[in-house]
Nanobody, 122 residues
Framework: QVQLVESGGGLVQAGGSLRLSCAAS????????MGWYRQAPGKQRELVAT???????NYADSVKGRFTISRDNAKNTVYLQMNSLKPEDTAVYYC????????????????WGQGTKVTVSS
């Protein structure tokens, strides 16, 4: 089992920035990728960004150029730097972990964090 603990959500004005963190513990040798999904009210959970153990990254088109995913392997922690935030970025953000081949598919994600809420006011 892998445990994921997120932090860093909050309320920010449009155009502002936030950084989310997700620390992994437990059987971390079973995973080789981590990432972030988000779920807005009334919508399905959607992929935001992923990063592999080799630091290969992937982003949703809606966040490209504004969000940056990174990782600190020594701390087993992944970060999501969110800049130029928009009201449509408002959602609960979930940390995800699993295998690089399956983490882009919501139903196949191995492990989820508890979620952290991000609210962007206009």
């Amino acid at each position: 089992q892998v445990q994921l603990v997120e932090s860093g959500g909050g309320l920010v004005q449009a155009g502002g920035s936030l950084r989310l963190s997700c620390a992994a513990s437990g059987n971390i040798f079973s995973i080789n990728a981590m990432g972030w999904y988000r779920q807005a009210p009334g919508k399905q959970r959607e992929l935001v960004a992923t990063i592999t153990s080799g630091s290969s990254t992937n982003y949703a088109d809606s966040v490209k150029g504004r969000f940056t995913i990174s990782r600190d392997n020594a701390k087993n922690t992944v970060y999501l730097q969110m800049n130029s935030l928009k009201p449509e970025d408002t959602a609960v953000y979930y940390c995800a972990a699993g295998r690089s081949s399956t983490i882009p598919f919501r139903a196949l994600v191995g492990y989820w964090g508890q979620g952290t809420k991000v609210t962007v006011s206009s």
